[in-house]
């Protein structure tokens, strides 16, 4: 298309269904994994009488808390995106739709307007051939 673009529903809707099985079937279970490994046992540092230990190990909790929130983000968003490659496919099909509904509506009043049209020619032929008529008529034959 010169003044847009061309979207393939098609490839749309794969692209979401292989996002949202990819997330699921890879993501989602190594996001576990991490969050196993990492959260099984007691953070180190806790007990300790150390500033600098106990400094280090808050940092390393609060560094892994957003690593752990990152990754339900990640799969969060990955979901989201797969919804709306659907959401975009079904918009554009519905689009079309109504698309085709509306050509189908204004073909429908170009047809009434053709016939319509070809309804008017044909009484104005024949009023034209009936005014010729009388007009032979009143004036005694052809001319």
Do not use: C, K
Request: charged share 20%; hydrophobic share 45%.
């Amino acid at each position: 298309m010169a003044d847009g673009f061309e979207l393939n529903p098609a490839g749309v809707r794969d692209f979401g269904t292989q996002l949202r099985a990819a997330v699921d079937r890879d993501v989602v279970p190594a996001a576990d994994r991490i969050r196993g490994y990492l959260t099984w046992y007691p953070s180190f540092g806790g007990r300790s009488g150390s500033p600098a230990v106990q400094t280090a190990a808050l940092r390393y909790n609060t560094e892994l808390n957003a690593a752990l929130t990152f990754l339900d983000t990640l799969i969060h968003n990955a979901h989201t995106l797969a919804e709306a490659a659907e959401l975009v496919v079904q918009t554009y099909q519905r689009g079309d739709e109504l698309s085709v509904a509306d050509m189908q509506a204004v073909l429908g009043r170009a047809s009434a307007a053709a016939t319509n049209a070809e309804t008017a020619r044909l009484m104005a032929d024949q009023a034209a051939a009936q005014a010729d008529a009388e007009f032979r008529r009143q004036h005694g034959g052809a001319q």
